[in-house]
């Protein structure tokens, strides 16, 4: 079955960097877009990057765009989000989701099939 396993998540400083990891089993890791969204308390989960299968297109909303990037290694079944100058309002649990189509232009995460478990980031100020 499959199963996505983020981690990386942890409590920083404002200004500072993180890089998030998802690894992926049971499918076939090339073939499926990915995708992190984010979720707070008391707000509905937002999309936050995309990624295609072979890795060479990425999509942003303007909310992220030139702050967060998303990157694959298909080697090693792993999707990664480096996050920098982190605020506080990006504090969140973080998911990785994958999806068998071709999702990661749409701008959302609503086709996204399988889901991990998420990891909490923590932006203190």
């Known amino acids: 079955h499959v199963q996505l396993v983020e981690s990386g998540g942890g409590l920083v400083l404002a200004g500072g960097s993180l890089r998030l990891s998802c690894a992926a089993s049971?499918?076939?890791?090339?073939?499926?877009?990915m995708c992190w969204s984010r979720q707070s308390p008391g707000n509905e989960r937002e999309f936050v990057a995309a990624?295609?299968?072979?890795?060479?297109?990425?999509y942003y909303p303007d909310s992220v765009k030139g702050r967060l990037t998303i990157s694959r290694d298909n080697a090693k079944n792993t999707v990664y989000l480096q996050m920098n100058r982190l605020r506080p309002e990006d504090t969140a649990v973080y998911y990785c989701?994958?999806?068998?189509?071709?999702?990661?232009?749409?701008?959302?995460?609503?086709?996204?099939?399988?889901w991990g478990q998420g990891t909490q980031v923590t932006v203190s100020s």
């Open positions: 989701a994958a999806d068998s189509g071709s999702s990661w232009y749409l701008g959302w995460d609503r086709n996204y099939d399988y």
């Open positions: 049971g499918l076939t890791f090339s073939r499926y877009s």
């Open positions: 990624i295609s299968g072979s890795g060479g297109n990425t």
